[in-house]
């Protein structure tokens, strides 16, 4: 039988709201820059497999990390949680990582975090890459 792991964390002020791109992630408390604010599960699936679907909009490319085998072809992540949702910004306020992290159980997630004080009321938004742009023949906003 598989032990249960450690639990993954979402900051509590967090909340989905509409704003001008359909929905958003914003906060209703203050996060202090450098502060984890998600941590997210994910699935790897071949770019192959999402490629003409509506998913291409929501993947992150995957770059295998030294204590993965590559599985050769390209591949991304699937995003859960909020990690899904998060808006472009030019200067984002959040970034991110994905990784294996030690901690009382092992984790391979994505992680959320601040890049800046984020008051109130923001909007969270990570940078989609220039790429991101490029392959929908769009110039990054």
Known sequence: M?????????????????????????TDEPIPEGTIIEE????????????????SDYVFNIEWGPHEEDRGGEWVSI?????????????????YYRGYQKGAAPKDVFTFYALRDIEPGEQLCISYGENWWKTRGQEMP
């Open 40 to 55: 997210c599960h994910y699935l790897k699936v071949p770019f192959r497999t999402v490629r003409t679907s509506a998913l």
């Open 79 to 95: 995003v859960m949680g909020f990690g899904m949702i998060y808006n472009h910004a030019q200067e984002p306020n959040v970034s």
């Open 2 to 26: 598989q032990q249960a792991g450690e639990a993954l964390f979402v900051h509590p002020g967090l909340r989905v709201r509409p704003c001008e791109w359909g929905y958003g992630v914003f």
